[in-house]
């Protein structure tokens, strides 16, 4: 089971997925042989049952893509995307060193967490793979990721990191933008993007990687020159627009005519 983002994070690479909402497994394979690295597949805005989200992952993995979930507030929900075969959660909300640790407690086996054990399922190969070799993989190959959205977060990011475990803190600026009373501005906002600044310098002196989201490749790019390692587009940002430049463009050539 390995995780070829959480490689190449530890190598100092940087990353592109897609953030998916949307249950569409041919989409995925696209996704898959345009030559991402992961899709960030919604579970938090986004519409999936239980066996839409395995089948989605199960497609991802066919087509080379490392799938991973941005998991609900429920509390089964790290345990269910894991259960599912995900080969890292990324979890909304984290805005304190406890909430933090709970993270690691639920993605964890023992003796690091206490996730629920079973060889039955996906990831384990349905019994063929089981004890303490498949726990240890499990526990070195899964990716953690929490979510630095709001104020208190941006506050305690230096506890939040420094739990055994977090191997990714990433920037939710929409989240952030609100949290700091600038829902209309966004994450232009000055005020936020000082937090936001502040956060890839505080990354960096501490050797904890970052992540953030864009709307499109322009944006994607520049959060790497900015310092992030890991990227995820808004896939309906992105066909939204793309759509919306098609249509007015014909409407451009049909005006000439």
Request: glycine share 8%.
């Amino acid at each position: 089971m390995e995780n070829a983002v959480k490689e190449k994070i530890k190598r100092g690479e940087q990353v592109l997925g897609v953030f998916l909402g949307i249950n569409s497994p041919p989409l995925v394979e696209m996704l898959g042989y345009a030559g991402f690295d992961f899709v960030l597949i919604d579970d938090e805005h986004g519409a999936f049952s239980p066996s839409e989200l395995e089948n989605i992952i199960r497609t991802a993995d066919s087509v080379g893509l490392v799938p991973i979930v941005r998991v609900s507030y429920d509390r089964s929900s790290i345990q269910k995307a894991l259960d599912r075969g995900a080969k890292g959660v990324q979890v909304p909300m984290v805005n304190t060193k406890e909430d933090a640790l709970e993270v690691v407690r639920q993605a964890k086996f023992p003796p690091y967490g206490d996730r629920g054990v079973s060889y039955s399922i996906r990831p384990a190969r349905y019994g063929k793979n089981s004890g303490k070799p498949y726990l240890d993989q499990c526990n070195e190959n899964i990716m953690i990721i929490v979510h630095i959205e709001t104020a208190e977060a941006a506050n305690n990011f230096e506890a939040i990191t420094a739990v055994p475990g977090i191997d990714l803190a990433f920037i939710g600026s929409t989240d952030l933008s609100v949290s700091m009373g600038y829902p209309l501005e966004g994450a232009n906002h000055p005020e936020v993007q000082k937090v936001i600044n502040e956060i890839f310098i505080k990354g960096k002196e501490r050797n904890v990687p970052i992540g953030t989201v864009a709307s499109n490749i322009t944006a994607a790019n520049d959060a790497f020159d900015k310092g992030s390692q890991y990227v995820g587009i808004v896939l309906n940002s992105l066909l939204t627009s793309t759509l919306t430049d098609i249509v007015s463009a014909s409407k451009s050539i049909q005006s000439l005519k």
